[in-house]
């Protein structure tokens, strides 16, 4: 299966990655790759990137080598509303926002709770995509989520970074994939890169796909033009 885009890369401006944004284009480009977004932690990480350097993020970084540059976040949900720790006038103008829950701003509530915020989170903003999910300490009622994800075409990732990290729960999140596939939900592999030479591997994210039985059909970043018309980009530098 080929993949044209990486949808969540993280700089050294995130705190605990180790690259620049011209270091992961040099590895993007040499593994082929159409398109990336750039997606630093949101500010409730205390290591992370200021507002302002989203801002800039957006105002300047477009392409670089012919690779087109979505700006992005992979943002925090922080309370029960579905909050996420940027600005609104800033969350607007990002190209690519994924969610997700991390234990420096969510402490889990239990699953009606971690549900609701999501929700919230979904309906409020331009989402893109709901990071690693397979991740076991937030559980959520996945069947009230699916509804939104179709309406909204918002997709659930699949990350190489954290499957490959938490590999005795692939049974329980292939169960959440099969869910979501039965009903129409699409997926986006990526890499969750950081640092630069990990940009654009997918190799476990892969096999996870494979043991889940999801087509190349079932995952958005297998075709370009698709992947445009899906997350409503744009489609040149």
């Known amino acids: 299966m080929n993949l044209i885009g990486d949808f969540h890369i993280h700089t050294i401006a995130s705190g605990d990655a180790f ?17 990336i977004s750039i997606t630093e932690h949101g500010p409730k990480m205390e290591a992370s990137a200021h507002y302002y350097y989203f801002e800039s993020l957006i105002d300047n970084v477009k392409e670089d080598s012919g690779l087109i540059i979505y700006s992005g976040v992979e943002a925090n949900i922080i309370d029960d509303k579905g909050t996420l720790d940027l600005p609104d006038s800033i969350l607007e103008k990002l190209e690519f926002i994924i969610v997700s829950f991390h234990d420096f701003s969510w402490e889990d509530k239990g699953i009606i709770k971690n549900t609701k915020a999501l929700k919230s989170a979904l309906l409020k ?5 709901i990071a690693h999910l397979n991740h076991p300490l937030y559980p959520i009622h996945i069947q009230e989520i699916i509804p939104i994800l179709i309406d909204r075409n918002i ?25 979501c596939r039965n009903k129409g939900v699409k997926f986006l592999v990526n890499s969750d890169a950081h640092y630069p030479l990990q940009v654009g591997e997918f190799r476990t994210a892969l096999e996870f796909a494979n043991y889940a039985g999801l087509k190349e059909d079932d995952i958005i970043n297998t075709h370009f033009d698709r992947l445009i018309e899906y997350f409503n980009l744009r489609k040149n530098c």
């Open 19 to 35: 690259g620049t944004i011209r270091e992961i284009v040099n590895v993007a480009k040499k593994k082929k790759l159409k398109c």
């Open 125 to 129: 903003y331009n989402v893109k995509c």
């Open 155 to 179: 997709t659930i990732e699949i990350n190489n970074k954290s499957l490959k990290k938490e590999k005795n729960n692939w049974l329980n999140f292939k169960d959440i994939i099969l869910k």
